[in-house]
């Protein structure tokens, strides 16, 4: 049986409950003040249209983070290098992590609202497992490098949304300052010298 197309006003509430949400979270003083109840009515939409589109409070967020993540994921997946699988591994680790880090940095709002919904553990969510694999793959790429899964772990370490919202929201940190750190730290993590120009 074919999948059935989701109706003309269901894509239509979708798009808005993503947007309302994307702004909400964007404006608050912490991700959970935002509630079911304020996504619907920013966005024009009966509390139960979020339910039935999302599950809940968590699939919303997931949806939203996942919509955005989308681009990147895809350049990481199939893309041109720097992000490609087709890039030399000394290259591709630190421009994933560049990656990852500006994602987090131009998505802070979001990135705390996921990494705060608690639940299962961080480390088996869908998205930090599909980040974590890709960059298993290309550490194990590099000869004499043991160890890969932790390194890949110990490097995601790095770019966790509490750590960047920590970094420039409390120390001050600029975007540029985060990126070179963060470069200078895979660098000397891969025993190399890694640049991401």
């Not at 994307?22 to 939409?45: K, N, Q, Y």
């Not at 990481?76 to 990852?100: C, F, I, S």
């Not at 200078?184 to 120009?197: E, I, K, P, Q, Y």
Request: proline fraction near 6%; charge should be negative; hydrophobic fraction near 45%.
């Amino acid at each position: 049986m074919p999948e059935r197309k989701p109706r003309a006003d269901a894509t239509r509430n979708r798009e808005a409950v993503l947007v309302a949400a994307d702004a909400l979270f964007a404006r608050c003083e912490s991700p959970e003040a935002v509630t079911m109840a304020d996504i619907a009515a920013a966005a024009g939409v009966g509390k139960a249209t979020l339910f039935r589109g999302f599950g809940d409070r968590t699939g919303l967020i997931h949806a939203l983070y996942e919509t955005r993540l989308a681009p990147i994921r895809l350049a990481a997946e199939e893309g041109a290098p720097p992000l490609g699988p087709a890039t030399p591994p000394l290259q591709r680790v630190p421009a994933l992590l560049d990656a990852v880090l500006c994602f987090k940095l131009d998505n802070r709002h979001l990135a705390l609202a996921l990494e705060g919904t608690g639940g299962d553990s961080p480390y088996v969510a869908g998205h930090y497992e599909r980040w974590h694999g890709t960059l298993r793959a290309a550490l194990e790429q590099i000869p004499g490098l043991d160890g890969s899964d932790f390194t890949a772990h110990a490097l995601l370490a790095a770019t966790r949304a509490d750590l960047v919202e920590h970094l420039v929201g409390r120390q001050g940190m600029t975007r540029e300052e985060m990126r070179a750190q963060l470069a200078a730290f895979t660098a000397r993590v891969l025993g190399s010298r890694t640049s991401l120009d």
